[in-house]
């Protein structure tokens, strides 16, 4: 197994969120605390996603979103990477495709870019006709180790598989890991779930549905990072409703080593976004009271083994 | 606040422009903009002209049909969002275009006010009458038939103790030099998806136009290579202005 | 198909939450708007369920349970249901079993007492050494038709199938129609999910991950019947999240023609509870403004299919 | 609220009595009760006897581990639940066993305490001389150690222009008759789950314990026909009281 590049601090963007390479600079530029930045998902050819509204967020912490991977081609995207530099950030390029060769063919163009690959396995959103990745390919093991052999094939970078909730995940991942993966991503979105405007009676999304995202996601993908950990224990890259740094170590305990902020950069203004970042950072540490990060991956599990009440 | 209204009033301002009435106000700072959804068509970026009122040019399928809404149809509202103006004294309102109706409720929430128009035509100096009860109105027009004959930026620069500017990308890049750096806003507009700062879409040199702007001091846009010059299509392709 | 009896008005508790007949009772006497009355999942054997804690709310509308179907004996039950009488609400009585033949020994048993038959396919909770039904039978369409088939052979009462959501659902829901039943239970509890204690380090529920319900299910479930009515145009029970008048009639829209409700009874005196119930009848029936209900159920698909904007 | 706290001290008050005290307050209405949880070994119903403390009696495995907590360790907390006594004018408190340490709270927040309390023998007799500044105090032991030989009904009935009435439910039941149905408030336990009313395992005649209660005015327990008599074992199966 390749180890994941260190990430420090350890946390990053989630795909999709921010997406550009000149909005992570800007990050990184008000003082973000992120140590890796990950590209919204690579694409092989140009596609704009679905029609807008992409997202809505009924009350309660969900955040429902049908953008269904717009993306520039795989080509806009090199000379995008090759033009924007990142501060000091390790660079994860995320790709995707509609099938194993579309995802080597990415791999391909962008492994010299990355300091690691995510495969995103897991998008649970379709334009029109399409078939979603989840479908096709996440929630089906022996496709979804197909399309890690193919990306291995064309990578000597370390290989995260991000998997979906919404699957057996424990045998995803089990034929990922088999098939060259080095790491997990504990995981995609949710569902996806459905929002209907009662006044309209329309379902309010373009795409009808979207993938769940933020606090509602979190005890579903923290369960999935412990069930992981339990099961592989290889590294995992958490994502799923990380809001604070009580998020942050719950998923550490579980079993977590790299963490992922999405949803909760939603209305924050740059300068707010990177103080958060910054907040979830030094209450993590602060926790940690001097112990190494080491010692709290996957804590909770020792904790059970060990039995007996604290 | 995601709401479906009802429209109340369909105002014709000009040949090209709509105002639409709807039967609740919002409240918001004025900058901030509104995601109009019409079920089933779609949802784009307006700024409220009035507070239960957006104004619309016909650009394209979405706001042909946003100004073709009558009285009774429902018109979905997500908003306020983003940052507006802050509060500005005695500002001169550089406005061009339909630009020109989102800075009316900056007008009305600012101490003596004066106005810097442009348009084609006469006909696109919207509100010219209620800005002219506010303060003094400099107008230029592209066929003369109002005003000077020529571009808003033929009448810079102009005495304010601040400015705001709205209208289109290349006319507020060619105010920003005539423009101090100090004391001077500008309306930045990108495409816009989610418009809550999640997906990066509407980036501009890397400030979120949704959650960071749109309205953005010039001094920021200053360094904004992007401005003016390139944005991101709806796919993330760069694209010129 | 029999059809459901007349529920009405067509707001139910969901299984699980009050449990008892004594409990609907009572909010019965405190004017409670609901037609009808679940029971808990009735079981074959006396079975206490996990120890506690067996709840925990994570902020942001999600509650975990891990309950894990405690029961008295079906003979038990038979006692309670000949005792206790409800004033007029409809009976159903939810039932559940560890394989097919426990099924139908737990409905013919209860069959007597019933309006109809709910069967439980989705529980998501187990007790250490157990496997979830959700597991052994809900995931499977043809283990789950057998189950259908064996409680149809026990009952002339119409049988409610309830899926999980953590499912191919509408697999499960073809084969349970297929064998028999006559309406579908949209649905279970989701996940289920996993909360850390980050003091003590310890995962919180005693069965260390819990069904979740409440708000964050809502997208789900609403999904869930959205997709088994455009399929299926059969009756459908919907559970999950609904607090409003607002989120029933979404569910309406989506396809459903009964309403339960659950979580939002949390921390609420019978009272109150009462309160709710008749709130959220008053406003459907507010928005209905003279329509028959049976005129908007389903009426989101009627609208997306005349395409156009409302 | 859920949050786990450090002990900081353990006080024995009886031969089964112990108090636990933590490192902050919890602001509560007397009555209300707090569902304690030791990590991995379980959660069960107590009242607050202090604003950062509750009293046990050790009954069962996870009261003996709560009366056994030293200063450091951790204690988790969740409440304050339920419904707790509205305020009291010159309530006579009449309390059973451990159930003395749950009117510790209400004798501090009402006007004009007197005391009714019973037990085995005097050592159970919690807060004997802490109440007696705050009122009279009346006390029945079994052995006769202390105060009348007998039973705390017996003592029965008593002066005063409200009751409080909480112990083990059989000697409840026989204050029942004896008091007036007006003013007069008891303290029910039963088995409790979830603690937030979803359940509905803590039924006492279909109220819901946890939520609706554990207090519940006389006028109501009074129709409670379990009460006193049946209530429902985890699993559900109706036992004796
Ligand atoms: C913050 C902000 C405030 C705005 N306020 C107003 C206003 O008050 N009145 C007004 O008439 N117009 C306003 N606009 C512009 C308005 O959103 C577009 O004219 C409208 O979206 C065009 O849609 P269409 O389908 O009619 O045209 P299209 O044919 O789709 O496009 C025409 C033009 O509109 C742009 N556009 C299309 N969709 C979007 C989108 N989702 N986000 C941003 N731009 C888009 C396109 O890039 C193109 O330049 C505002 C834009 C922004 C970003
Ligand atoms: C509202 C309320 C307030 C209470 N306050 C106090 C208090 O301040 N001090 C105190 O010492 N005790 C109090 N109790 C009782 C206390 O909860 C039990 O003594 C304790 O749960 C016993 O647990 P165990 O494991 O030690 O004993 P076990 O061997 O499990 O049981 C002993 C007794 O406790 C009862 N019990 C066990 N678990 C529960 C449960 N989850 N819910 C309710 N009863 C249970 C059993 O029914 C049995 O009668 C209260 C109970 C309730 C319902
Ligand atoms: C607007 C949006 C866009 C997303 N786009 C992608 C994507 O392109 N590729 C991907 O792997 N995940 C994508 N995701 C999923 C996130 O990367 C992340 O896994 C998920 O949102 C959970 O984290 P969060 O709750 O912190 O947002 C997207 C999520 C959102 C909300
Ligand atoms: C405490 C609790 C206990 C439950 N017990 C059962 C059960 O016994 N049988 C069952 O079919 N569903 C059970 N459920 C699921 C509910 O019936 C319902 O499907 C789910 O909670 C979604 O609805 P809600 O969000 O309104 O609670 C239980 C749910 C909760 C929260
Ligand atoms: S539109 Fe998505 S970040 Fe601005
Ligand atoms: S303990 Fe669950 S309802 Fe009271």
């Not at chain 1, 590049?5 to 990050?27: K, M, Q, T």
């Not at chain 1, 939603?266 to 540490?285: C, F, N, P, V, Y």
């Not at chain 2, 049909?65 to 509202?77: H, R, T, V």
């Not at chain 2, 500017?165 to 998806?193: D, I, Q, S």
Request: proline share 7%.
């Amino acid at each position: 197994m390749i180890p994941l590049p260190e990430i420090d601090p350890p946390l990053i963007n989630a795909s999709g969120i921010l997406s550009y390479p000149e909005v992570f600079a800007a990050f990184e530029s008000a003082g973000a605390c992120l140590g890796g930045y990950v590209t919204k998902s690579v694409g092989p050819r140009e596609k704009p996603g679905n029609e807008n509204p992409v997202v809505v967020y009924p009350p309660e912490g969900a955040v429902l979103n049908s953008l269904a991977l717009p993306t520039q081609s795989a080509e806009d995207w090199e000379r995008d990477l090759e033009e924007i530099r990142l501060r000091k950030a390790k660079l994860i390029v995320s790709v995707y495709g509609g099938d194993a060769p579309e995802f080597a063919e990415v791999t391909g163009r962008m492994s010299r870019f990355g300091d690691a690959i995510e495969v995103n396995l897991g998008c649970p959103n379709k334009e029109p006709g399409e078939q979603t990745i989840m479908e096709s390919i996440g929630q089906n093991p022996a496709l979804s180790a197909e399309v890690i052999e193919r990306v291995r094939d064309e990578t000597d970078k370390p290989v995260i598989a991000k998997l979906s909730p919404n699957s057996d995940y424990l045998a995803v991942a089990d034929s990922c890991l088999e098939a060259g993966a080095d790491a997990l991503g504990c995981g995609n979105t949710l569902g996806p779930g459905l929002a209907v405007d009662i006044r309209s009676r329309a379902a309010i999304l373009a795409g009808t549905t979207g993938g769940i995202s933020g606090p509602a996601l979190k005890p579903i993908n923290l369960r999935m990072t412990y069930e992981a950990y339990s099961r592989f224990r290889c590294p995992i890259v958490a994502y799923g409703g990380i809001e604070t740094w009580e998020d942050a170590v719950e998923y550490i305990l579980a079993g977590a080593g790299v963490l992922g902020v999405g949803t909760a950069f939603m209305r924050k203004s740059t300068h707010e976004a990177a103080a958060l970042t910054r907040d979830i950072w030094e209450g993590i540490q602060e926790y940690l009271d001097g112990e190494p990060m080491s010692a709290l991956i996957g804590a909770a599990h020792r904790a059970a083994e060990g039995g007996g009440h604290a | 606040m995601r709401s479906v209204f009802k429209v109340v009033e369909n105002r014709r301002e000009s040949e090209w422009t709509h105002t639409i009435f709807f039967d609740k106000e919002i409240e918001s700072q004025p900058g901030q903009f509104m995601m109009v959804w019409l079920p089933r068509l779609g949802e784009k970026p307006f700024t409220l002209s009035y507070p239960n009122a957006v104004t619309v040019k016909k650009a394209g399928e979405f706001t042909e049909k946003l100004a073709a809404l009558e009285p009774g149809d429902e018109i979905g509202l997500r908003g306020p969002l983003g940052q507006g103006y802050p509060p500005l004294k005695r500002p001169a309102l550089i406005g061009g275009g339909v630009g020109i109706a989102e800075l009316r409720l900056l007008a009305l929430a600012s101490e003596e006010p004066s106005f810097v128009l442009g348009g084609r035509t006469a006909d696109e100096i919207l509100f010219y009458e209620e800005f002219r009860a506010l303060g003094p109105v400099h107008v230029a027009t592209e066929d003369g038939a109002l005003g000077h004959k020529g571009l808003v930026t033929e009448l810079l620069p102009v005495e304010a103790e601040s400015y705001a500017v709205c209208g289109p990308e290349r006319m507020m890049a060619a105010c920003l030099p005539k423009l101090p750096a100090e004391r001077t806003y500008f309306a930045v507009e990108r495409y816009m998806k989610c418009a809550v700062g999640l997906c990066g879409q509407c980036t501009c040199s890397g400030w979120r136009v949704c959650t960071d702007g749109p309205i953005f001091p010039a001094s920021t846009v200053a360094q904004m290579d992007d401005f003016g010059k390139r944005r991101r299509s709806k796919s993330g392709r760069w694209e010129a202005v």
